[in-house]
């Protein structure tokens, strides 16, 4: 497991580098326009499908039955995979073109009042274009659900980097095209990334030993994958409907807050999508099979290593975003004098909510736990639960704060609905499962909570009594880069330093490969004169 999250981690992060250059890209080259703000409303739909469908949902329902079938059929599981693949097909094909019809629709309900009729025209181009994106997101997780199935965790973690590449390509056709064509080449281009991401998964398909071939009729278990997907289908939909009042209301506060929260919400994406994505893709099959053998309390046991490995990696990432967030708004969004401002709200949005990071992370653990026993309905009762509250909190925000501070409302609020969630997912699982080892992870989180305010407030204090500003051209930029060295150099070590003092035992494995590493390095020098 730990060399497949290892190898997913850096796939993971090679995916996140290259796609946050195609948003830096994408920004340049369309500007903040009327185009690019049609352009993000169009691609929102197959996003949310992708993020809170296929990006986990739906391979955590398929991965358990996959499992099952390999381990219960004659044949492996042959045809029944070919079965699903066939039936689910069909299925994202009439949702595509269900999608396609209601295209107005869609594009009116995320346009509503705050946009002028030449952002709708253009949103609704883009979305004829973009919305065929449904049906190879589909067929993309469909096939790395398979592969994952099979302990090919690879071709799917890296899959998203090609996509990332054609859209940089793209982008760089589009500055050439003539203006006529560009919205053609947009559109296109975009789509075909997505479809290069998963047409690059057959090869490795058939490198574990699957051929698909169309395969008609009925399988009785099949209505069970229809029962679950249902159930992931009402999931996403109540996270839709989340995701369309924080955009209301952010329009709604003023010039600037849809951008400033979903680019911090994208930045904390980058240590969950590295740490937490891997970790519960590598867990998820070992769940599976454990659930599907009976075998509980190794389910128990991979819930509690899950949950404490999230809490070591992701803790100390929360504390060093907290403690440094409007910096590294302004080191990675303020390069220009201009964009200061907008900047520093981006990095105040993510420090005010980054302490959501770990019990994000550990919701998704405990809803991939409830699929692994093939219960979907548990976990949409949880999104339900958990968008309730953000919801209300959200509502909240314009009638409590100032408009200014609405978008930090917004971030706090949703940081606030995963702890809550994560809660009650707790609950939930000691009714299913029995006694729960919570002490256990309760006490790694603690202390790795400490040794993080520790390091954290260490490095902030040491940023506190240099006085940079006069020694640097670009006062603001130049002490922004400066905190994030600090906080990397300083806080990541001292952190780790205090995690040993404390006896976090989940970082052994990490500080013996230091100590490996340490260890060669001298080696290579030669003994001491």
């Not at 990696?313 to 302004?330: C, R, Y």
């Not at 953000?390 to 509502?395: D, Q, T």
Request: with cysteine; charged share 15%.
């Amino acid at each position: 497991m730990g060399r497949s999250s290892s190898m997913m981690a850096i796939a993971n992060l090679t995916s996140r580098i290259t796609g946050f250059v195609r948003q830096v890209a994408l920004v340049a080259v369309l500007g903040v326009t009327t185009l690019s703000d049609a352009y993000t409303i169009s691609n929102t739909l197959p996003n949310i499908v992708y993020e809170l469908l296929i990006g986990g949902v739906l391979g955590s329902v398929l991965i358990p039955l996959l499992v099952r079938a390999q381990a219960e059929d004659a044949d492996g599981g042959v045809a029944y995979t070919r079965r699903l693949l066939t039936t689910a097909g069909a299925v994202l094909l009439l949702i595509t073109a269900l999608a396609l019809l209601a295209a107005p629709l869609l594009t009116g309900l995320y346009t509503g009042d705050a946009s002028d009729p030449q952002t709708y025209d253009l949103a609704l181009d883009l979305a004829y274009l973009l919305l065929p994106q449904i049906f190879f997101y589909g067929i993309g997780a469909i096939v790395g659900a398979v592969l994952n199935s099979k302990g090919a965790f690879g071709p799917f973690a890296w899959a998203p980097v090609l996509n990332n590449v054609v859209v940089l390509a793209m982008l760089g056709a589009y500055v050439f095209t003539p203006d006529e064509h560009r919205l053609l080449v947009l559109g296109l281009g975009t789509t075909l990334g997505i479809v290069a991401q998963t047409v690059v998964l057959l090869p490795s398909l058939r490198k574990a030993g699957f051929r698909y071939r169309p395969v008609w009729g009925w399988d009785p278990r099949l209505r069970t994958a229809g029962r679950l997907a249902g159930w992931s289908v009402l999931y996403a939909f109540v996270g839709f409907l989340g995701y369309l009042v924080t955009m209301r209301v952010a329009f709604a506060s003023g010039e600037g807050a849809p951008t400033a929260y979903n680019n911090a919400w994208l930045l904390l994406q980058v240590p969950y999508g590295v740490l937490g994505v891997s970790l519960l893709t590598a867990l998820m099959p070992r769940m599976s099979r454990a659930a599907a053998a009976g075998r509980y309390d190794d389910v128990v046991s991979d819930l509690s290593l899950g949950s404490r490995l999230a809490a070591v990696f992701l803790i100390p990432i929360s504390a060093l975003i907290t403690a440094f967030g409007p910096e590294i708004g302004v080191a990675l969004f303020g390069l220009r004098s201009a964009n200061l401002d907008g900047a520093t709200t981006i990095g105040t949005a993510l420090a005010v909510s980054a302490f959501g990071l770990a019990p994000y992370a550990i919701t998704l653990l405990q809803m991939r736990v409830f699929y692994a026993m093939t219960d979907s309905r548990t976990p949409t009762f949880v999104q339900l639960f958990t968008v309730g509250v953000k919801v209300a909190l959200m509502l909240l925000c314009p009638v409590l704060l100032e408009p200014a501070d609405v978008v930090l409302g917004l971030a706090t609020a949703n940081a606030l609905s995963f702890v809550a969630g994560a809660l009650l997912g707790q609950v939930l699982l000691r009714r299913r499962l029995g006694r729960l080892p919570s002490r256990t992870i309760l006490g790694t989180g603690l202390r790795t909570l400490a040794a993080a305010v520790v390091g954290a407030a260490a490095a902030r204090g040491v940023l506190a009594l240099l006085d940079l500003e006069p020694m640097l051209a670009v006062p603001a930029l130049g002490r922004a880069w400066t905190a994030m060295f600090l906080a990397l150099v300083l806080g990541g070590p001292l952190i780790l330093l205090v995690m040993r003092v404390l006896r976090v035992r989940e970082t052994e494995p990490l500080l013996r490969r230091i100590d490996g590493i340490v260890d060669r390095l001298r080696a290579r020098r030669g003994p001491a004169r």
